[in-house]
């Protein structure tokens, strides 16, 4: 199947600071992209979908200041967690949607983020 | 505002097939089904998804039932390395929005 790749696999941060994740597709285009997050023994939870060349869509209760997302082209999609705090550590998780008229959607293997 | 419903545990032999079932009776028609799993501390791995028809490939079969209020995925030969979280969840074209519900646990035995 399609890869959808994340870097860094895992990320320590110390409060306070900035932390950038990458989302690329590998072999494929995506023109949508989708973050999550996942805490502990809980499911994943849609953040915001992420549009090539436009500005992201988040979902309700998400701050978009203290999760940057950019888009900028059709294999990488960022999330930068701002100001991180300790209740930000969890796990990031992209998923990517098969080019424009795909229906397939793929996840990369998630970034885990632990503040300090 | 759950859109599927699971159940939230299953054992299977292994070597044998595995049913898992889900119900979406409020399925609207431009949306699909989508079947991930998620084994612990990764990413959830994409297995197989439809609109109506039933779909089958290396991993999986997906059988909707006509009325599409439901369906099951089958793993033909469970191996122990198929024991996961797996989600089903219903998605519509406009967005293809993935919600994530509590899924199934599925635990295969030797």
């Known amino acids: 199947g399609a890869v959808v790749s994340q870097h860094p696999s895992r990320v320590i941060c110390k409060s306070g600071t900035s932390v950038k994740i990458e989302c690329r597709s590998l072999d494929f285009q995506a023109t949508t992209m989708f973050w999550y997050r996942q805490f502990p023994k809980q499911s994943l939870m849609l953040m915001a979908t992420?549009?090539?060349?436009?500005?992201?869509?988040?979902e309700q209760g998400v701050e978009k200041d203290k999760f940057l997302i950019n888009h900028a082209s059709l294999t990488l999609s960022t999330l930068t967690v701002t100001s991180a705090h300790p209740e930000d550590s969890s796990f990031y998780i992209c998923s990517a949607r098969w080019g424009a008229s795909g229906n397939t959607i793929y996840f990369g293997e998630g970034s885990w983020l632990t503040v300090v | 505002d759950a859109k599927t419903t699971q159940p939230t545990s299953m054992d299977c032999a292994e070597g044998r097939a595995a049913n898992l079932p889900c119900n979406h009776s409020t399925i609207s028609g431009n949306e699909y089904v989508y079947w991930y799993r998620q084994i612990h501390s990764q990413g959830p791995q994409y297995i197989i998804h439809?609109?109506?028809n039933n779909e089958t490939n290396e991993m999986a079969s997906l059988i909707i039932t006509e009325d599409r209020k439901s369906s099951t995925l089958i793993l033909p030969h469970a191996t122990l390395r198929d024991t996961a979280v797996y989600y089903c969840i219903v998605a519509s074209s406009n967005d293809y929005k993935l919600s994530f519900g509590a899924g199934t646990t599925v635990t295969v035995r030797a």
């Open positions: 439809g609109l109506k």
């Open positions: 992420s549009n090539e060349g436009s500005k992201a869509t988040y």
